[in-house]
């Protein structure tokens, strides 16, 4: 216990102290967001079916699940590695882990959302329901953080192969697109209801337990004594050495020193178990994104899967130069080599084969619009990788030295905050690149795969030119800035975290829940009420009447512009602060 509450106390110091700055912003907001989504569980805790209620608690613990994974490994104010020396054995050190994991606003947040089982107690059995409700909250709760810690440290395990980073690259993509496709179980849902299955989930044995089954407590105890012993083996197993393919180790071979970063990056993308995780991520997560939907039997969205995945791709890959640590310093003492344009090569050799079969298969096999799917692919392609060196080397995210990093693979800089924003930049960056070649193919057929090819060539020259510049330019403040995870000058803190507290809110909701009248409510709304499918799932334009759908459509896709719009004018006012 003096272990536990050690830890505990060390974690309350640390946080006390680091949520300052952008850091602080980003907090504030989850927060804020988090006791939004609380209050509604709260409020269908006391007006909606236990079934749906359990399928809520089931959203709630893939939550739990995989943000750790999509954040890049979770939250490590203690990391294991700090008490490697101290002697003390794994188990003890998984409790005090335990222990300090309830310290902070994510278990906060959950333990109000939980309270719902109180709630639903009372309405099953009246005051009384309220005694089996305590425990199950506390079980409950320990199961959600349990099964985090075991994800986490499962996917790390995982990722010391390459057989385990691709299964969970497969994995942890498709439960991505699941949740971004929420709509489309929502939909299922609303034609079939909430599926009995979810009572059988770990996250429903809690509402289980207040409806007089006792034996679901139980299970819940067990099985998180079952998961504190798996997690204290993850911990005992993390700091061992890191597995490889045994296979030989060809030597490099090119003719120019251009080739030779080619054959470098290639050699990466072949080796790096990150990198394999990552490229099968984005492929997985493009085809079940695009396949979900066919669940409602729906392939209009299937096609969409190969720029997809080159957009995805090209987010993960977004801090390219980051990810090499202090290493630039052998590309500054290099002569003669253009590394900029080497990395662009690299990066269309191992994502455009990929990209047009999985856009030619989907297409083949839905029907859709070729010139459109042939245009936005030479686009996409092309501006990706233009914009993956320049954003890498204009807001370069300092990342860990390989050599340095921890038992956790997912752990790759101590910004992940600053890794999160910069993905979600090229994100909406890529897909502006392939606006010209989408609207010259809707518009004109197939000369939009000619605006394609010409927009893709010339971000692909004139992005890479930029940032073969800012390279040369600011090569020694770039290595300065991974050397010591500070920047120099004006670039020491990013734009939005010079902003007052409110403009930074107004920024992190426009960029976060802008997609939801863009896309859902606005695009995908539109494309129902073409095929005259009314009253569907939670779309509102289909529950209007004939005169007002398509201007609700139009209001939608407006307020989701607009929330873009006004997150990126909040940046964009923004004067970084010195350091």
């Not at 959203?59 to 995989?66: A, Q």
């Not at 979770?74 to 222990?99: C, N």
């Not at 470098?264 to 990150?274: C, G, I, N, V, Y």
């Not at 909406?428 to 057929?445: E, S």
Request: proline fraction near 5%.
């Amino acid at each position: 216990m003096a272990v536990a509450l050690t830890l505990a106390r060390m974690r309350i110091a640390v946080l006390r102290h680091s949520h300052k700055g952008a850091q602080g912003s980003m907090t504030s907001t989850g927060v804020s967001l988090g006791l939004l989504f609380a209050g509604g569980t709260l409020y269908l805790a006391a007006t909606a079916d236990a079934e749906l209620l359990a399928g809520v608690y089931a959203v709630w613990m893939m939550g739990w699940i995989l943000g750790p994974v999509v954040m890049g490994g979770g939250d490590e104010t203690l990391k294991p590695e700090h008490f490697a020396l101290l002697g003390l054995k794994s188990h003890r050190v998984a409790t005090g882990l335990l222990v300090a994991a309830f310290v902070g606003p994510a278990p906060l947040i959950s333990l109000t959302a939980l309270l719902g089982l109180a709630v639903a107690g009372v309405r099953h059995a009246g005051p009384a329901g309220v005694l089996p409700a305590v425990p199950a909250i506390v079980l409950q709760l320990v199961l959600f953080v349990l099964l985090s810690k075991v994800a986490v440290g499962v996917l790390g395990l995982a990722l010391r192969s390459r057989l385990g980073a691709v299964g969970a690259g497969l994995v942890n993509g498709a439960v991505l697109a699941g949740g971004s496709q929420i709509w489309v179980f929502l939909a299922l849902f609303d034609q079939s209801g909430v599926p009995e299955a979810v009572w059988y989930l770990p996250s429903g044995w809690g509402l289980l337990a207040v409806r007089d089954d006792l034996a679901a407590l139980a299970g819940l105890a067990v099985l998180d004594l079952l998961l504190l012993a798996v997690w204290a083996a993850l911990l005992a197993r993390r700091s061992g050495a890191a597995r490889t393919s045994g296979r030989p180790r060809r030597p490099i071979r090119a003719a120019s020193a251009n080739g030779a970063v080619v054959a470098k990056e290639l050699r990466t993308w072949s080796r790096d178990l990150a990198r394999n995780h990552q490229l099968v991520f984005a492929l997985s997560f493009a085809v079940c994104f695009g396949a979900s939907p066919l669940l409602i039997g729906w392939d209009g969205m299937l096609p969409s899967a190969g720029p997809i995945f080159v957009v995805m791709a090209a987010g993960l890959t977004s801090n390219l130069y980051g990810t090499d640590g202090t290493a630039l310093w052998l590309t500054m003492l290099t002569p003669g080599a253009t590394d900029v344009r080497g990395r662009q090569r690299a990066w269309l050799a191992v994502i455009a084969p990929v990209a047009g079969v999985v856009t030619v298969g989907s297409t083949a096999v839905a029907g859709g619009q070729w010139p459109l799917v042939l245009a936005l692919l030479p686009a996409l392609l092309g501006g990706a990788a233009g914009l993956v060196p320049l954003l890498s080397v204009y807001g370069l995210v300092p990342g860990t030295d390989p050599h340095k990093l921890s038992g956790n693979p997912l752990r790759v800089s101590e910004d992940n905050g600053g890794l999160t924003g910069l993905a979600y930049l090229m994100l909406a960056l890529v897909v502006v690149t392939g606006v010209p070649a989408g609207l010259a193919a809707l518009r004109y057929g197939w000369a939009g795969v000619a605006v394609g090819l010409a927009t893709g060539a010339l971000c692909y020259w004139g992005l890479g030119l930029m940032a073969e510049r800012r390279l040369r330019a600011q090569g020694p403040e770039l290595l300065h800035a991974m050397r010591t995870g500070r920047r120099t000058g004006k670039a020491a803190a990013s734009r939005l975290a010079a902003l007052p507290k409110p403009q930074q809110a107004i920024a992190w909701v426009g960029f976060g829940f802008g997609s939801i009248p863009l896309f859902p409510q606005g695009i995908v709304a539109s494309i129902f009420i073409v095929n005259d499918i009314e009253r569907h799932s939670w779309f509102l334009a289909t529950y209007m009447s004939p005169s007002l759908r398509w201007p609700v459509v139009i209001a939608m896709v407006l307020l989701g512009l607009t929330m873009y719009g006004m997150a990126l004018y909040q940046v964009s006012r923004a004067s970084p602060r010195r350091a």
